[in-house]
């Protein structure tokens, strides 16, 4: 019996009945999840009260869980009118929101669900680190876990599907260090209904499973995710896309006409290796130590072959799925080495407190710092503003609008990006000068006309950069 599969069995009596922990070592992973998702929705809902909007995303993702609560389908008309949100991202796992969102329609019922997902994917990291390093040392490697820079950033931009990938691979790795192969493959195929990319991500599951010893079960795991990435990118978005194809192929590599995949790995790659630094600093490198740090390879590898900056670096939701698969692996490599002769044993034993000095010393950067500033819970400079004019808005009006107030327009009326609003003619032109157009926004009448030949707007709302327009003919 290895020395792995002799701690997974550790607090077992000479009957063979496995000892009860107690009641506090139980209750622990819980409690932390608790705790974690207080904080992350605080954070939220805080930024979501003083109008400060990171991005579109949790405005589309509002008027996609809304279809489903509607029981239909998950019409997006911000991304254009009438666009189904399957032919962009293969993410039906977000209908699980639905009937909440049925019960509370606002978008900040979005905001708590990627709180309360997010932190229970604590529950399975505390739950293994716990049984294999004892509470204390479980503990420190749960709560470096739960600042980590990826979750600190997935908060910061609102709800995204990738939290739920968040809670399906944290438990895949609890199964994985616990040799439960079944387990592991039903959770880590669930992540095929999460996005299309992950499909990749359940081949290097295979891949983690089939070098840890179970061949069969690693091998058809890794085709039956080849296959489900296959299904989704070539048949299932096409079906629903409005030009039949998946509009993200030209991301990677600057597409046909770019630069080519290669070229584009090596680009900024300071910025990819510091990236590559931090994600496994956050373990103190221990996660190398594990076959399971496989797992983070696919996601590692679209973001630094795509040409979007954005995917390069530490910011926004791209790191979260990346946090529970290093830090699965920390605690796979601390069970394995922590009885080493030598200095790396002697290194994993104070390997938690080294965790959470990183998480410590990263979360600065990150919006759960404001936690404990004042700012985080005063009152917006225009925060009274931005009321009144959404006020100004007739319950059921169409609006077209930019980044600005998106988001809490969603919920209860149809909303229009300014980019993509093609020839759906609305009520009202929203335009917030301070959002989105650098400093040169238009004169939000003569932009809606301009926008919309042969109508005609009246401006009804002006004050601290909040315009607003509506039709009259």
Do not use: C
Not at 116 to 139: C, D, K, N, Q, T
Not at 235 to 263: C, E, F, K, Q, R
Not at 296 to 305: M, Y
Not at 399 to 420: F, M, N, S
Request: net charge negative.
């Amino acid at each position: 019996m290895s020395r792995l599969d002799q701690r997974a069995d550790a607090g077992t009596d000479a009957s063979g009945q496995r000892d009860r922990p107690p009641v506090a070592t139980r209750l622990a992973p819980y409690a932390l999840w608790l705790v974690f998702t207080v904080a992350y929705a605080t954070v939220s809902l805080q930024r979501f009260g003083r109008f400060e909007t990171p991005s579109w995303d949790n405005a589309i993702f509002t008027q996609a869980i809304a279809g489903y609560a509607n029981l239909g389908a998950p019409v997006v008309d911000i991304k254009g009118p009438g666009f189904n949100i399957l032919g962009d991202h293969f993410s039906p796992i977000i209908a699980l929101v639905a009937p909440f969102y049925r019960i509370f329609p606002d978008p900040r019922t979005l905001l708590v669900a990627q709180a309360v997902a997010v932190g229970f994917s604590v529950v399975p990291i505390a739950r293994l680190a716990i049984r294999r390093l004892g509470l204390g040392s479980g503990l420190a490697v749960a709560v470096a876990y739960g600042l980590s820079f990826g979750i600190a950033a997935a908060i910061y931009v609102d709800f995204h599907e990738v939290a739920f990938a968040a809670v399906l691979l944290a438990l895949a790795g609890e199964a994985y260090v616990d040799r439960r192969w079944g387990r592991v493959a039903l959770w880590a195929g669930l992540l095929l209904l999460v996005k299309e990319d992950l499909g990749l991500t359940v081949v290097a599951v295979g891949a983690a499973v089939a070098v840890s010893g179970a061949r069969k079960i690693g091998l058809l795991l890794a085709v039956g995710g080849l296959l489900g990435f296959a299904l989704v990118l070539l048949v299932l978005i096409p079906a629903a896309n409005p030009d039949g194809v998946y509009d993200y192929v030209d991301v990677l590599g600057g597409g046909s006409g770019g630069a080519g995949p290669v070229a584009t790995l090596v680009t900024q790659w300071d910025t990819k290796v510091m990236t590559v630094l931090v994600t496994l600093g956050v373990t103190g490198f221990l996660a190398l130590r594990s076959p399971w740090v496989l797992v983070a390879g696919p996601t590692l590898a679209w973001r630094f072959v795509g040409d979007n900056a954005y995917y390069w670096d530490t910011d926004f939701h791209y790191s979260l799925v990346l946090m529970p698969v290093v830090f699965v692996a920390m605690v796979d490599a601390m069970a394995r080495v922590r009885e080493e002769r030598g200095w790396v044993g002697r290194y994993a034993v104070h390997a938690p407190a080294v965790a959470v000095a990183v998480a410590l010393a990263l979360l600065p950067q990150y919006p759960l710092a404001g936690l404990v500033q004042p700012q985080t819970y005063a009152e917006s400079p225009r925060g009274r503003s931005a009321e009144d004019v959404i006020a100004a808005l007739p319950a059921g009006a169409s609006v077209e609008t930019d980044i600005g107030l998106i988001t809490h327009l969603a919920g209860d009326r149809p909303v229009y990006w300014v980019g993509t609003i093609g020839a759906a003619v609305p009520d009202y032109m929203l335009i917030d000068q301070q959002a989105g157009w650098g400093g040169t926004a238009p004169d939000v009448v003569q932009y809606a006309e301009q926008q919309h030949p042969g109508t005609s707007y009246e401006e009804v709302f002006s004050r601290d950069g909040y315009l607003l327009a509506r039709r009259t003919s």
